[in-house]
Structures are given as C-alpha cells and as structure tokens.
C-alpha cells in the first residue's frame, strides 16, 4: 500500500495554517510536514519545528541535489519548499504527512503522488474578506498587503484543480468538514 499524503492549500490568510494545527491536535496519526524556507522566523518560531530555516546559498544547494519534492519562489528571494527527506521522516514513524503549502506547491505535489494525496483547497470567503484578515495581523506593509491580496486572487483561480474545495467562512464549520474529508480519504485508503 501506498503511503498517504494530505495536502492543504490555500491563499495566505484563509485559514489553512488553523485548520491544519485544529487536525494535528486531535489527531496523533497526523504529523505536521515541516517545510523548509528562506525566511527569517517570525515572533516564536523555531528551526526544526515550525520552518527549516536555510540560507537561500543551502536552500539552492539542495535544490542542485535534488531534495526537493517542490519548491517555489514564492516572493522575491523567499524560497519555500518541502524536503523529500521530511516525508521519509513522517512515513518511518507510520505516521501520515501533512502538508501547509502554498498552491503551486500543492499542484506539484499532487501531480507526484496522483493516488496517494488528497488534496484540500481553502477558500477564504472573498477576497475583501481576505484582505482584512491579513491586514489584522499587523505583519504586512500596504505594498507587501497588496502583494499578498493579488496573488491571493490569482491563486484562487486554481481552486479546481485540488479534490475538494472547503468555504472558511466559519473556521469551525471549515475545520468539521476537513477533518470528515480526510478521515474518509484514510479510511478508504486504509481498505
């Protein structure tokens, strides 16, 4: 049997990053797929656990290597990207990984393992909707703001490409109907 993979996605500020601590807390058998990223920790992050903070220098080393599954540029000299060893680390431990990762991403990832991933599309009410919740988070300038909205607008156009799309226009609603989806998808995969 293969192993599975869970793959949220979403524009930043729908609610993916919720949903997914909401899963990991109820769900031992989840593990959280660490990505790897360019950026620097913000607030209480930590290395290891949050992000594997590399140097863009490391980060395209290992892209040379190969030891990638995906990654992007996702904003000027920001790289992000999921390491094929940080699968390995999750299936050693039968644990099933899952993945916080940004839309390319996700296609990426889901293009590889065509049997094996489900693929969870977030979809933030509206864009207005989405613009507010960023801007409440005090992190963003308004140009970095507006960065952030239009690639959120353009992101969303590729909602169909994913198994099943989930309306966060109520987190707890948004969390119950991804929690049913996944343990479905297991529960088959398991069969």
Known sequence: MQQPIIIITAPSGAGKTSITKYLLQKYPFLSFSISA?????????????????LSAADFQQKIKENAFIEWEMVYEGKYYGTLKTELERIWSEDKVPMLDIDVKGAILVQQQFPQQSLSLFIEPPSVDALKIRLASRGTETEESLQARVNKA?????FKHHFNHIILNDDLQKACVETEAIILQFLQKNNS
């Open 153 to 157: 607008s353009y992101e969303i156009s």
């Open 37 to 53: 990223a360019t950026r620097q920790p913000r607030g209480q992050e930590q290395n290891g656990i949050d992000y594997y903070f």
